[in-house]
């Protein structure tokens, strides 16, 4: 039944004519087994289930950004608006290495769920020699654990670490 549902929702994505506006002579079941007649615009939920939408939400872009030394720890945070959600769409990581050089988990929290999603980075070794970035991007964009929470990237420092950027990006609604 899951693989039916996925298949429906991804019929209805791609096929604009069906899947955004209903025919005026087509019903619809909702969730709660009433039946909302004519034109219907239908969105996929938070739990990937297509619906009749409510009214358009506005989406509030936000950035998060750090860049300079890391020897300890730093982070890029989406912050968190009072009465909207914040999601994350995407970060990356890049910068330059550090003395001894080593692995660290870089940490995307607190989501959905109260989870916590890590990802190994690793410092080169030499504090002048150049990072193997890293980018993650969430399609759909991935929600914070409540409203009203900020998203944090977080990136455990290496002794020596003169530069470090971290970017993420997403938006409130």
Do not use: E, H
Request: include cysteine; hydrophobic fraction near 40%; aromatic fraction near 8%.
């Amino acid at each position: 039944m899951r693989r039916l549902s996925w298949f429906l929702v991804a019929w209805l994505i791609a096929t604009p004519a069906l899947g955004q506006v209903a025919n005026k002579d087509t019903t619809w079941p909702t969730p709660g087994n009433n039946v909302a007649q004519g034109g219907v615009q239908m969105c996929v939920n938070g739990s990937g289930t297509a619906v009749p939408c409510t009214s358009p939400v506005a989406q509030t872009s936000v950035l998060g950004a750090f860049s300079g030394a890391d020897t300890s720890s730093q982070a890029a945070t989406l912050a968190g608006t009072a009465g909207k959600t914040t999601f994350i769409c995407g970060f990356s990581v890049s910068g330059l290495g550090s003395t001894a050089g080593g692995a660290v988990s870089v940490t995307v929290a607190t989501l959905t769920g109260a989870t916590t999603l890590t990802y190994s980075y690793v410092f080169a070794a030499g504090a002048g020699v150049s990072n193997t970035p890293i980018t993650f991007t969430y399609n759909p964009c991935l929600p914070a654990n409540a409203v009203n929470t900020a998203i944090t990237v977080t990136v455990p420092g290496q002794a020596g670490n003169t530069a470090t950027q971290i970017n993420a990006w997403g938006y409130q609604q």
